[in-house]
């Protein structure tokens, strides 16, 4: 990288950046997905202890509930993406739910691991930039 004009430290660092800002991004959205996963799994195990006919306050959105009535406790609607539901059991449904937070745990540390390396890359990048910036300041 010391061989590098000024201006291609510059794009290289500004692309470095870039891309750490993106892999931050993901680490945020990979948390709030875990986040919403653990929340669930907490949920089915509440849903799991309570009676059967138990009146209840039933989510539509993140704002919106409706009462109802529980029916079933042992079977459960999962959502698996782009609106999709599969009916599965209660165990069943626990088990999905530690799965993808496992897969996203995973997914998080190894997404970490290479944020940090390009952390490293910018933070060399600009040092090596500004080493050659103090240097060419005396000329000017």
Do not use: H, W
Request: glycine share 4%.
């Amino acid at each position: 990288m010391e061989k590098m004009s000024v201006e291609q430290l510059r794009a290289l660092k500004e692309q470095a950046d870039l891309e750490f800002n993106l892999f931050q991004d993901s680490l945020n959205n990979i948390r709030t997905a875990t986040a919403r996963l653990e929340i669930a799994s907490s949920a089915l195990e509440d849903l799991s202890l309570r009676p059967q006919g138990k009146k209840m306050l039933v989510p539509l959105t993140a704002s919106l509930y409706v009462p109802g009535m529980l029916d079933d406790a042992e079977k459960v609607l999962v959502d698996v993406g782009t609106g999709y539901f599969i009916e599965k059991t209660m165990v069943e449904g626990k088990e999905y739910c530690e799965r993808k937070i496992n897969l996203l745990k995973s997914n998080y540390d190894q997404l970490l691991e290479v944020a940090t390396k390009k952390k490293s890359i910018a933070d060399e990048t600009g040092a090596i930039l500004q080493a050659k910036l103090k240097q060419l300041a005396p000329i000017q």
